[in-house]
C-alpha cells in the first residue's frame, strides 16, 4: 500500500533561517505528491503539488521536487517568517485515486 | 467564501457514549471525504460520500462508525458506544468534483474535530 514518512519535529527556526523537511514515500504506483500546510486554528490547505517526475511545485516561496529514483519529495524554504509557522503535511494519491495518505506532519515554529 | 467547516472543533466523551460529527462542505460542494489523524499519525481516509450515497467506506472500522451526507444539511460522521482509542482528530474535506476519474481533484480540509474520550 502507499505510505508517506516525514521528518519528525517540531522544528524551531530563527527567522530567515533556510527550512528543509525531508519527505519520502512507498507506492504501489505513479502517485502525485503534495505538501499541505495547516496554520493554528485552521483547515489543511494545499501548499504545492507536483504530477510526475522532476517536476517542481512551487508556492509562497516553498519548493519540493518529485523525486522518483530516491522516492522523496522534500520541502524547502530559503528565508522563513514568523508567518511560516504552521504544521506541514506530505501526502500522496494515486493517479485515479481521491484517497489522499499523509504523513505525520512536522510542526514548524519560526522565532523573531 | 466559507470554507469547509466543523463543529464541534473539541468534544469529550465518557467511554459508551456517541459522538456526532458535524461537516458543512463549501458551497456549490457535493463531495465530502472523511479522514481520521490518530497520535503520532498521519490522516487516514475513512469514508468519501456525495449527496445520500456513501461511495467509499473501505476505511471506516466495520462496528460503531457510520457516515452520512443527506440532501440537506451536513454530513455527519457518528460514532456509537466510543472507546478510548476512538481518541483522535477527525477531520473533513469537500472537492467541487468528483475524484478518482484520472485526474486529481483538489479537496478542501476543514479544521477538524479533536475528540477526547474519557
Known amino acids: 500500500g502507499n505510505s508517506v514518512t516525514q521528518m519528525e519535529g517540531p522544528v524551531t527556526l530563527s527567522e530567515e533561517a533556510f527550512l528543509t523537511i525531508n519527505c519520502t514515500y512507498t507506492?504501489?504506483?505513479?502517485?502525485?505528491l503534495f505538501w499541505y500546510v495547516q496554520y493554528p486554528g485552521e483547515g489543511l490547505q494545499l501548499l504545492l503539488k507536483?504530477?510526475?517526475?522532476?517536476d517542481k511545485g512551487s508556492n509562497k516561496g516553498f519548493e519540493a521536487t518529485y523525486r522518483k529514483e530516491t522516492t522523496s519529495f522534500h520541502l524547502e524554504k530559503g528565508s522563513v517568517q514568523v508567518s511560516d509557522s504552521a504544521v506541514y503535511f506530505c501526502?500522496?494519491?494515486?493517479?485515479?485515486?481521491?484517497?489522499?495518505?499523509f504523513g505525520a506532519g512536522t510542526t514548524v515554529t519560526v522565532r523573531a | 467564501n466559507a470554507g469547509v467547516m466543523q463543529n464541534p472543533r473539541h468534544l469529550v466523551r465518557r467511554r459508551g457514549q456517541e459522538a456526532r460529527l458535524r461537516c458543512s462542505p463549501m458551497?456549490?460542494?457535493?463531495?465530502v471525504y472523511w479522514y481520521r489523524q490518530l497520535p503520532e499519525e498521519g490522516l487516514k481516509f475513512m469514508v468519501y460520500?456525495?449527496?445520500?450515497?456513501?461511495?467509499?467506506e473501505s476505511g471506516m472500522p466495520k462496528e460503531r462508525f457510520s457516515a452520512e451526507f443527506p440532501k440537506e444539511g451536513p454530513s455527519i460522521l457518528r460514532i456509537q458506544q466510543v472507546v478510548r482509542g476512538d481518541s483522535a482528530a477527525y477531520f473533513c474535506?469537500?472537492?467541487?468534483?468528483?475524484?478518482?476519474?484520472?485526474?486529481?481533484?483538489?479537496?478542501?480540509f476543514g479544521p477538524g474535530t479533536r475528540l477526547t474520550v474519557l
Open positions: 474535506a469537500s472537492s467541487l468534483l468528483a475524484g478518482g476519474l484520472g485526474s486529481y481533484n483538489e479537496q478542501f
Open positions: 507536483a504530477t510526475k517526475a522532476d
Open positions: 458551497k456549490g460542494h457535493s463531495h
Open positions: 460520500l456525495q449527496k445520500e450515497n456513501i461511495i467509499d
Open positions: 507506492a504501489t504506483g505513479y502517485p502525485s
Open positions: 501526502a500522496l494519491s494515486d493517479l485515479d485515486d481521491y484517497k489522499l495518505s
